[in-house]
């Protein structure tokens, strides 16, 4: 069996498992307080072109998610997002678990919500004809860069929210656990300076993108910034031997490893996307990025799965399932080669 | 200006305030550990026909909800509720900010949810192809008694939920804030003793229905019992002078007063709705309860706010807005009678 | 029996009741918008020389507490407090129950901290050895004016805890549930408009000084000020018929009522503490203030207590126990006569 | 400069490196449902003599103790614990943050609490006089084994623990960061087995004994295993690459790599210990385990300081302060002969 399901099936990227294994007996201060975050941290932010900014490491996705918007937001204060983000549907209610209610808003099958959708609740929160005090406040908008669907936001998208953000006093930020995929992909015009740039916060998703774990929290707004350090000891992200997490973040963007290895997997899912579409299967969701999205006919799904594992993800009519076919930096060109075969001869087979 | 807008614009129903004023100087225990508090419990218990059911009085509608609801879930549950239900829209998150996640479910204009729904959502999370554990795990299923938008739950329809809970092992909590005018509506088939055997929990409200504040909250299932006072008292729920919940509570239970005064502010507003029609004006959502819910031209509605406050409901479109028109035990004869003379006097006008 | 044992329990001071009477079929706006909620306001800031104060009201004194902290502090901020303060002991945890931890200082009978205390804690914290991000940051300082003991802070020592608090960041708030009590004791040289440039909030309590119920949020800081109104609403704390504090409070501040009434509960309590001393019943705690604190040999207490309820505080040896004798507005003349001459007799019998 | 200041400075034993290394481009599921979590889990069961128990793999000790606490506890309860214990002190308040009190109790040098503190503390909320719901409710008892000053629980405190806990209805947790110490110290009489027998749930530390990151639970009472994997992900500690938690405890716990590693850190911690006494320094707090105290003059302590780190602990008077020295699995023979040599010195030398 090979997985295509997801991103996370194998350990890190060799460059990585060197470099940990190399300092092994190295001893340095805890916490983070280490030369090797140091350096992750000013490589991050100079990638960003925002030597202000703050850079944190934490371990994983739902929680820096939940770091970040807890210590960002007053009680009263909410998230909009789209129904399909991450946070609203599969961090377990991670987001409300620290007092604070989503607002979330509709947003099609590429997983985006525009800086209209935003205005209109911003607009009707602070200049509406109810007594706003009786709902949640809106103050930070989340999106997903790129999507769980794989789309990736635009520049002009961006530039779009922001300005909405900045008129209605709403911090923007990103969940950026597939970050690389995003910034990587095939018509993507953006970069992590555009990020710091339009955002007041985001993250780069080391555990999907070629590490063992780790996400890098960027707090580009001052306000974001304070007395952070307490949230992530108090959130229960700060990790002892922290320099686990610097080293990996030193290795992704020493030389672009970072760049490389997730362009590599977005190639190597063209080539599947494009089988899919030569063996007539129908398309999900439009990405152009490490995740693909297809509408297979049971039959054939029935078939391939004999030998790949594939992520369910809706059961779309009768005969027809929805799945996610993922690749990553570690998938080998052999498996990839094969599925393409694979998948063509099932759509020939129907 | 007359207030129609809410039911809460006077004080207390004559009976209440002459028996607060008499028991003024009476010394009793305080923390609802008295007299008062005792019978008023002795006769909800009954009026339940629910001999075993705990029954606690707190201060507000936002507080008993997110007080019972806090009480009874685990962190990682969540509540089922209709979309337009009072918790999701109208609490500033209150829910949320004790935890708990709130998966809300489209509710049509009546604002009530079907039995159907909630299998579906406790059948996808349960038992779907999902692992549930990255999702908020369903435990409660809220809904209100008479509704935000004037509906009310039949004795099918509870049933169906009530049937719906148990298989999943679900909660059902109704929210009473206008449980008085939901059980006197016109057609309405549901008792207070219904109420008792199909929810493991709701609330009878007081201050909508007669009292100057007050809910009391029936909790009929015995998991819902356990140290519940602990709950009232963390939450800010415990009244130093119980005995003024007590007091109000006993004079509304005592010779079916709740009953009487409910009765009769929506035989008032029927007679409003009446006019309403006659006067060609749109139903915005139909209801057999004190909320009188219609969409009137603007033309007609400005007339009508020289003299009269509805609530703002929402602009329908161009010309036209959707009001709320309440009555409630205060509402006298006299202005009831004028507000449909000048309602059937604005559609002609037009 | 007569109840001394709390301030709570009667109802409120009939001017009070007289003026809730007269009102009740007035039809005002709801949620604290009305014009009695103004002219109350009003009068507690020009009482308190703050015109720009904002000033609201909420129904109890656990409630307030936890509003005014939660919204006031982020998730790592904690509360430095008397460890005999009320949030600490007898609040069922409320301010934990919403995130913030309690930091106790041991403060003796009295129930006072000192600058001297909060500077050490606050210095250990910003200016120690230790990492401070693996600790609760201390952000506000919890104080009870008169405290739970009866004692009562001087002018000086609130001016020596602002300057303590100026000097490093943090927040001074005053728990006034006894404020009138303590304002009015004899020796006492703080007044209102002390408190408010003292402190960044506190609060005046009407529960305990003759009001049916409700405590006003005296808000001073403008930072304390910003959305309060959600929080309120949020923590169940905004009453519906808001009038019902508004024409409470109004009563209170209008002509000096509210001192004249604690002012006269102080004196009866006098006259009972005299009584102890002339029976030779040691002080337990030396209080200027309506609740007196005796040690009592128990076979006195036992007689006393065949005609009177005391609150136990604590079981000082074999022989002897501590208890707490109350006073309020509602307390007679006779009664007080009477328990005066009851110890005495109870003393001597000895 | 050598570290001994604690024992995480270095990252993991190099049979995990190795495994860990090995394993990199195996395929597995995620979220601990792979092999080598499910080989972990059943030797720890099986280590512990406890086939029932569930046994989750979580990143950080943190975090470990606030989700296993939050699962536990509903919002009214609160946890007893020694008054230095990691999680009043040195965790930002995080248990706090999840809603719950912590009642600390005082517990001398040693860091350990009784049976009978704790049998007081339940005796006086659960059959005291005062009101109980007024007060937190004791749900759960915290300690570390071994404490946050070295010590170990002996078998008969911990039944007695035990014996009162039963008594009272609370759990009985126990914090295992550093597990493998205590289990393994000079004159311990304790066992996993005997945890598993008298804890309702305990954690097994692996950062601080040899792995890279990672916290054993080990859920024993029933109660607290139904749906903690929802809590697991809820409060971000569940690793996508789950496997990584697998192969480390794997790692750990066949041929009593745990015990071995540990054995000889405490070995190491004796010879410097002896070091310090005849050097004269006085000890801070008696330790059988790999933290050791000691009071230094600050003459001598500057002289170590220029080779070496420890950890501050306490100015204890004008001219000492008591330090923390540390042993791991990563210290050398040489480095521990070495500072044995340098603190004679330094001691003679004064």
Known sequence: MVYFNCDYTEGAHPKIMDKMAA??????????????????????????????????????????????????????????????GHIHVHETGAVEATGHKILALPCGV??????????????????????????????????????????????AELEALHGTCRKWGLYL???GARMGYGLTAQGADVTLADMARL?????IGGTKCGALFGEAAVLVNPELQQDFLYAVKQNGGMLAKGRLLGIQFETLFQDGLYYEICR?????????????????????????????????????????????HFSFWEKVDEGHTAVRICTSWA???ENAEKLTRDIRAAGTAR
Not at 33 to 59: G, M, S, W
Not at 199 to 203: E, H, L, Y
Not at 292 to 302: E, R, S, V
């Open 23 to 84: 300092s092994n007996l190295e001893q340095t201060p805890g916490y983070g307080t280490d030369a090797y975050c140091e350096r992750a941290r000013a490589l991050i932010r100079k990638e960003c072109q925002a030597p202000d900014a703050a850079v944190h490491f934490l371990v994983g996705g739902t929680q820096v998610n939940f770091t970040v918007i807890r210590a960002a937001l007053r009680p009263h204060q909410g998230v909009i997002a789209p129904e399909t």
């Open 110 to 155: 590429e997983g985006k919500i525009t800086a209209r959708q935003v205005e209109e609740v911003a607009a009707q929160h602070f200049a509406g004809s109810m007594p706003p005090a009786h709902m949640v406040q809106p103050k930070l908008v989340y999106i997903s860069q790129s999507t769980e669907n794989g789309a990736v936001y635009t520049k």
């Open 173 to 175: 930020f990103a969940d």
């Open 199 to 203: 955002c007041d916060a985001f993250t």
């Open 264 to 308: 590599r997997a977005n190639a190597l899912a063209y080539r599947i996307a494009e089988a899919c579409r030569e063996a007539g299967f129908a398309e999900y969701a439009p990405s152009p990025t490490n995740q693909q999205f297809f509408i297979l006919p049971d039959g054939a799904l029935g078939e391939l799965e004999k030998s790949y």
């Open 331 to 333: 998938t080998t060109e």
